[in-house]
């Protein structure tokens, strides 16, 4: 009998999962190995929307290659901004007024809870709820108006300048921030009870996709997905640049590994960034909003980097200047792509459904895993 | 009227038949055979025989038909086709299959059936279910309950089978 | 066993519990249409108020004169990062000082090219661009997205130099 | 032709009557027949529109949405210019797929739902047929369904199309055990599996009122376990787009797919009127035991429209289940049926047998 079941032996076969699929978010192709709908190996495949951002920002003056960072990680647009702005500001060693922290800080935070509100609709949809999605877009939209006010663009906004910011805040920013938090702090339970403790969604869930803490570091696995693994790993309490060192705030870290941590870290650390951004929003100093700059900037021979926390993880700017108008050599080290180097291991043994809700938890942005 | 319909039943019974035979895709094979039992049970409900074509949907057409299905979709693909048949098979198995109908035909003529002497069958649901259920004369339980121990010994042996992988 | 039993209920009722709540939240805006966040856009085109800041397109300013402060100084051109602007300059007689003067004879701009970065508002010296607010871009033909933002016939405002 | 709101009997009759007259009766069955499959085949493709139509509607109303706005009054003609574009459009097949098979699959899809609409009581004496196996036919027919899913998704070469099959296959199958059973519960009180019968027998009050616990849990494990036989969300694992793109019907274009589309929406409303009839007294009035008046003043209300009303509103609750919950796993669905509904629907039935026997239901 026992001879007879090992005999049958089940086939594998292979499944191409993008670059046109709809849960990839873009275009990225997994080919996976299946045995039934059980995975056996995850083989990412990139470069379909790979459009040289590096190599772009060579060519390009200090101030120009700012807007390109927009495009990697379209979601956390002004964190990127911010990167690339830290890092040049970093080589020119220019005295940043406290208003443009505050400023950079309180965006940068806004950034990051539509980057999330905007994950958990699509978590949802992921699983098949569509309407999180709609209730996600929601509450991003006042944050986009907001952008829009101020910045002038609702998406990739190039808010940034080195030394600075393009404009000041508007005179409507603050009560449209404070009103955002307060409706925003009414919606958040309606998220809990729409997904958090709902038992299909716990199910699909708990235990899915588990990474242990060992794994999330060797793979670089950073932002919320990596704290969900119990690493360690936010870079504003690690080396605080901006304003985090003026603020309260818990790093939100979980060390169950699966993907109902992931997901349970993104919930609590908007929680968080609402506080970050109650502690500002009052006390933006006076002050200019931008450190005078010269029309050309040439920064000094040397190496700069500049780490942040995007709303995905630590976004990296390794920028080599030959003290030129132009950068000689610009690296970005994105978090995205470090993040899905993990899917593989997450994902044997797991079936085609927990694949989605796991590339969902690591919130993959395409754009920022090709450049 | 109703021999109407019984004729285009009839036809309906035996053009698939011919085609669930010599369809050389084995799934398109499955699906005449499953406008077969589709059609028999029409013939069960002309008859007004209506709970065995029910039964007749449920466990060939919905249940066996499945099956079959299932296990064709799990082990070949879209495009195989059964080689053709060898002509000393399709000679043989043509003997055979007259040889058959002349059996059938012949015993069928010979016989003399005997003019039906207005028994009404009651085939309602009532009676079927007293007649399943009753211990009595042409009561049904024995086998009734052999029947579901069959059953059940299947189900438990299958879930032994499927078990196998966390054992 | 009767605990397992007793668990197996619990289950059961707590699955329930989670997914009545949710069906709350969905009911609650089922029957508050008030909540309804859909705007109709074309028919409310003519409410519709983008903010101040909004990047539409560059516009090159035109007052009622027919004149414009643009110089012709291609500050723009080089700011952009992706040349979506050409600066064509023409050498023009300025009638007060009668000397040789640059003007631009076309300012020529790609908005299919154009990222929106506004590099190229922030570069000009005189003022002379703008970002407008309007944003229905679409085009049957991708040769009617490159533009000639100066008017036809305008010149430059006296007093703006350089 | 005498026609009665209340009680479609005799125009039925004088409908039959009338045509014996003007034809041979083999004709006049013919064109019986024939009278029936039109009315039906209007019937399903009128249902099909309006359930698309107002699926789109309350969905967009929990979602916060407007939803169709634009062809008609409030977007009531937007499902009629999707028929006409999907008409229109060009039926694509893929290449090496078997394309008999590809073609029939649409077609197959549809026969169950038909045949389960001639069963199903709209008013008094308004169905085409009164079995006295009524609900057996009811399981029965709506395992024809599967066969088509499972032929689309096999021959359409393509292995999403395939997963979905499978899953859908497996889906089906096993929830049909849950149904059957949940509907013999009520099956014991009446004593009868034929519809008409089922109907009369909640003339002093539907079932899910006076069939104590046990109604209302057969109730709850019924609509669970036929959103699952339905393919709906959150049991829509053989089309789940998010991982599937559209599961067995991916290949599907056109009007073909507009007939797996059609088939979806009939068998939504296939259930709902199977539950409305079983438990809630399908065109039967609200009638509370002995209280004339009230009893009286319900009657006055069309039987017709008591139907359509209780239909809607199981519906509406299918389709906020749908707009509500994520999707299961295709274990975990498995396990909800084996685990949990059919354990229970068992020990359903036991109780409601002791119920039954005791005498405690009204």
Redesign the interface.
């Known amino acids: 009998m026992e001879d007879l079941?090992n005999k049958a032996e089940t086939q594998e076969y292979f499944i191409n999962m993008g670059p046109q699929h709809p849960s990839t978010h873009g275009v990225l192709r997994l080919m996976l190995t299946l045995d039934g709908e059980i995975i056996k190996k995850v083989e990412p495949h990139l470069g379909y929307i790979h459009r040289s951002i590096e190599k772009m920002s060579e060519k390009d003056s200090y101030y120009q290659m700012v807007h390109l960072t927009d495009r990697m990680d379209y979601l956390s647009c002004h964190i990127n901004n911010e990167a690339v702005c830290l890092a040049i500001e970093k080589g020119l060693q220019l005295e940043i007024p406290d208003r443009v922290k505050y400023i950079r800080t309180i965006i940068s935070e806004l950034t990051r809870l539509s980057s999330h509100q905007l994950w958990w609709g699509v978590m949802g949809m992921d699983l098949g709820a569509i309407t999180t999605f709609l209730y996600g877009f929601r509450d991003r939209e006042m944050i986009t108006d907001i952008f829009e006010e101020t910045c002038g663009a609702r998406l990739t906004m190039n808010y940034n300048v080195p030394g600075g910011l393009m404009f000041d805040i508007h005179p409507n920013f603050q009560k449209r921030t404070k009103d955002f938090i307060k409706h925003f702090k009414k919606k958040l339970p309606e998220y809990d009870e729409l997904l958090s403790g709902n038992i299909i969604f716990t199910e699909r869930t708990k235990d899915i996709g588990y990474l242990s803490k060992e794994d999330a570091i060797s793979y670089g696995v950073t932002g919320p997905s990596g704290r969900g693994s119990g690493f360690a790993c936010d870079v504003r309490k690690r080396i605080p640049y901006s304003a985090y060192d003026k603020v309260e705030f818990k790093e939100i870290i979980y060390t169950e590994g699966d993907s109902f941590a992931r997901y349970k870290v993104r919930m609590d650390e908007m929680k968080e960034s609402l506080y970050i951004i109650e502690q500002l929003i009052d006390n933006i100093p006076e002050g200019d909003f931008k450190a005078k700059t010269k029309a050309v900037i040439k920064l000094p021979d040397g190496e700069y980097y500049q780490r942040v926390e995007t709303a995905r993880g630590e976004l990296g700017v390794y920028i080599i200047s030959d003290n030129k108008k132009n950068p000689y050599r610009v690296k970005y080290r994105s978090p995205g792509f470090s993040n899905l180097s993990a899917l593989d291991t997450m994902a044997r043994g797991g079936k085609i459904a927990d694949l989605v809700a796991m590339m969902s938890t690591l919130d993959l942005v395409i754009p920022d895993i090709d450049r | 009227?109703e021999t109407?319909i019984f004729y285009i039943f009839a036809i309906v019974i035996l053009i698939f038949s011919v085609l669930a035979v010599t369809s050389r895709?084995i799934?398109?094979a499955a699906?005449y055979f499953?406008f077969v039992l589709l059609a028999v049970a029409g013939l069960f409900f002309l008859l007004s025989f209506?709970?065995l074509a029910?039964?007749q949907?449920?466990v060939y057409?919905?249940?066996i038909?499945?099956l079959f299905?299932?296990s064709?979709?799990l082990t070949s693909q879209?495009?195989d086709k059964l080689e053709p048949i060898a002509a000393k098979k399709i000679i043989f198995s043509l003997l055979a299959a007259i040889a058959g109908a002349v059996v059938c035909i012949s015993a069928i003529m010979t016989y003399r059936f005997s003019e039906p002497k207005n028994i009404e069958v009651d085939a309602?649901?009532?009676t079927i279910g007293k007649y399943l259920l009753s211990y009595g004369e042409n009561g049904y339980a024995l086998p009734f309950e052999v029947i579901s121990l069959l059953l059940l010994a299947s189900l438990i042996g299958a879930i032994m089978?499927a078990k196998?992988d966390n054992t | 066993m009767i605990k397992a039993i007793i668990n197996y209920f619990k289950e059961i009722f707590t699955a329930c519990r989670t997914l009545i709540t949710g069906m709350k939240v969905t009911g609650y805006y089922f029957f508050h249409p008030k909540e309804i966040i859909t705007q109709q856009y074309p028919e409310n085109r003519a409410t519709l108020q983008m903010f101040d800041r909004f990047r539409g397109e560059v516009v090159l300013l035109h007052d009622e004169n027919n004149e414009h402060k643009c110089t012709g100084c291609s500050a723009c051109e080089i700011a952009c990062p992706n040349g979506s602007i050409e600066i064509i300059s023409k050498k023009e007689i300025d009638p007060e000082t009668s000397k040789p003067k640059k003007a631009i004879d076309k300012f020529v701009y790609h908005l299919s090219m154009c990222t929106f970065c506004n590099l190229c508002i922030l570069a000009c010296p005189t003022d002379a661009i703008k970002m407008s607010k309007s944003f229905e871009h679409s085009v049957y033909d991708r040769s009617k997205l490159t533009k000639v933002l100066n008017k036809p016939g305008s010149k430059i405002m006296a007093g703006i130099k350089e | 032709m005498n026609f009665n709101i209340y009680d479609f009997t005799e125009f039925i009759i004088s409908i039959d009557n009338w045509l014996k007259q003007l034809l041979s009766?083999?004709l006049a069955?013919?064109t019986g027949m024939a009278l029936i499959g039109v009315t039906f085949l209007l019937f399903v493709t009128l249902l099909g529109l309006s359930i698309v139509y107002i699926e789109r509607k309350v969905c967009a109303f929990f979602q916060q949405r407007l939803g169709p706005m634009r062809v008609g009054f409030w977007g009531t003609a937007q499902t009629i210019a999707d028929i006409i574009k999907l008409i229109f459009k060009e039926p694509l097949a893929t290449k090496?797929?078997?394309k008999?098979?590809f073609n029939?699959a649409a077609f197959i899809v549809l026969i169950s739902p038909f045949m389960v609409i001639a069963v199903v009581p709209f008013a008094k004496g308004l169905h085409a047929l009164d079995?006295?196996?009524g609900l057996?036919?009811v399981?029965?027919?709506s395992?024809?369904g599967?066969?088509g899913i499972?032929?689309a998704?096999?021959?359409s070469?393509n292995k999403y199309s395939?997963i979905g099959?499978?899953r859908s296959?497996a889906q089906i199958?096993s929830y049909e055990l849950s149904i059957g059973l949940s509907l013999l519960a009520i099956v014991i009180l009446t004593g009868?599996?034929?519809l008409s019968v089922i109907v009369e027998s909640q003339r002093d009050g539907w079932w899910i009122f006076k069939g104590n616990i046990p109604a209302i849990v057969a109730f709850i494990i019924f609509i669970i376990a036929s959103t699952a036989e339905s393919n709906r969300g959150p049991f829509d694992l053989a089309e789940a787009e998010s991982e599937l793109t559209a599961g067995f019907h991916t290949e599907y274009s056109g009007i073909k797919f507009a007939f797996f589309f059609l088939a979806e929406y009939v068998n939504l409303f296939i259930i709902a009127a199977i539950g409305a009839t079983v438990f809630f007294g399908g065109w039967m009035p609200l009638h509370i035991g002995n209280f004339t008046f009230f009893n009286e003043a319900m009657d006055i209300i069309p039987p017709i429209i008591w139907f359509f009303a209780k239909v809607a509103a199981l519906i509406f609750l299918l389709m906020w289940f749908k707009w509500t919950f994520p999707r299961l796993r295709i274990d975990q669905l498995l396990q909800l049926e084996w685990k949990y509904l059919l354990p229970l629907s068992i020990l359903n039935l036991v109780l409601m047998t002791i119920v039954s026997l005791t005498g405690w239901h009204l």
């Open positions: 079941l | 009227m109407t895709r799934l398109r699906v499953l209506n709970f029910a039964v949907l449920t057409a919905g249940g038909i499945v299905i299932f064709i979709m879209v495009n309602g649901m009532k089978i196998r | 009766p083999g069955k013919i090496n797929s078997d008999f098979l029939l079995f006295d196996i057996f036919y399981t029965a027919v395992s024809l599967v066969t499972l032929l998704g096999w021959s070469n395939l099959a499978m296959g199958i009868s599996l034929q």
